[in-house]
């Protein structure tokens, strides 16, 4: 019913930057919550970031004051700019959104993104 959409992955130096996207389509559906988490090989699985449709936003403390997560509601769009990006940030990252859909809106589902890599090495 949602599917999602991920670009801007790819290979960047120490303290560069990257800009990842992520359009949901579908029809019948209304997001609650966007947002990115990602996985590094032989690491769990973590939440990077979330927005929600109040505005409000959440980082995991390892990429505050680097990373800033927005939106553009009407394109169903959510976006993580990454700076000062260290190699520790490496890992697939994937999109997700939280959506209410159905009649009445009242089922409630999780849709995830195919994954993008990112690498951070010199």
């Known amino acids: 019913q949602v599917q999602h959409v991920e670009s801007g992955g790819g290979l960047v130096q120490p303290g560069g930057s990257l800009r990842l996207s992520c359009a949901a389509s579908?029809?019948?559906?209304?997001?609650?919550?966007m947002g990115w988490y990602r996985q590094a090989p032989g690491k769990q699985r973590e939440l990077v970031a979330t927005?929600?449709?109040?505005?409000?936003?959440n980082y995991t403390d390892s990429v505050k004051g680097r990373f800033s997560i927005s939106k553009d509601s009407a394109k169903n769009t959510v976006y993580l700019q990454m700076n000062s990006l260290k190699p520790e940030d490496t890992a697939v990252y994937y999109c997700y959104c939280n959506v209410r859909s159905g009649s009445y809106y009242t089922r409630f589902s999780t849709y995830w993104g195919q994954g993008t890599q990112v690498t951070v090495s010199s």
């Open positions: 927005t929600t449709s109040d505005g409000s936003t």
């Open positions: 579908g029809t019948a559906f209304a997001i609650y919550t």
